[in-house]
């Protein structure tokens, strides 16, 4: 039953559960999922509510975190410039944070808030759902995501050019 | 040197494709970035926020099925 799932909890610092490719074992968390969501009536919202049970279901070892509508409305009171991209998910990597901290490279993030509409919401959120489980045990992960946002930005470009329907994301 | 005008046309509309291309490839990945994109320096401090929020155990892991 999604009821019993367990959701497994790191303990101490910030990445002192995050291993090395070579050390960690599939089910030891790689990422701290955080959802911020102050509940506007947008599709981001409502592909979230509609979804989430799956999201934890497919990301069941790594932990989520759910600020909820009055912690959302707060951190959206102190990041004003962000008001209206949420739904926001952000994933901190706890490998990266354990050799670095926050200085560098330490996650990623998806506004859904920013997507205009159902499909394109729900397009963003499996994309994302696919990219968490794929790259779970990468080791340059930084790199990965820097390489398929170079590779996405010149084939949307390239659609365009040659005619073709705008892709589904940022179209 | 080009010798007519015709080339220089050619050579006018090839500068006028490639810029394009590299302004829609620019836009395009900006775009893509709102959207998606990596938490570096610049979130830092929020970063943290949200590390010391699950530390001092102000935030548990959901274990509901469903957003309420």
Redesign the interface.
């Known amino acids: 039953m999604l009821q019993e799932a367990v959701v497994t909890e790191p303990s101490g610092r910030p990445g002192t559960r995050a291993r090395a490719e070579t050390e960690a074992s599939p089910s030891t968390p790689r990422f701290r999922i955080f959802i911020v969501d102050t509940g506007w009536d947008s599709p981001g919202h409502k592909v979230l509510q509609e979804n989430f049970g799956l999201i934890r279901e497919l990301q069941r070892e790594d932990p989520i975190y759910v600020l909820g509508r009055e912690k959302s409305i707060e951190y959206l009171r102190h990041h004003e410039e962000r008001i209206g991209h949420d739904p926001i998910i952000a994933v901190h990597d706890l490998a990266a944070m354990d050799d670095t901290g926050t200085a560098d490279f330490h996650g990623f993030r998806l506004r859904l808030g920013l997507l205009r509409t159902h499909q394109q919401a729900l397009l963003a959120l499996q994309n994302f759902a696919r990219f968490l489980r794929l790259h779970r045990q990468s080791t340059d992960l930084e790199g990965e995501i820097r390489r398929g946002l170079r590779r996405e930005g010149l084939a949307g470009a390239i659609e365009i050019v040659l005619g073709h329907e705008a892709r589904e994301i940022g179209g | 040197m080009p010798e007519r005008w015709s080339d220089y046309l050619t050579i006018f509309m090839s500068a006028l494709a490639v810029g ?2 590299v302004y ?6 900006r ?11 610049e ?2 401090a ?3 926020r ?2 010391d ?3 001092s155990g102000e ?9 309420v």
Do not use: H, N, S
């Open positions: 394009y291309m829609e490839i620019d836009r395009r990945q775009k893509l970035r709102e959207i998606f994109d990596v938490l570096d320096a979130d830092a929020v970063t943290a949200l590390e929020m699950v530390a935030l548990q892991p959901y274990t509901g099925a469903t957003l």
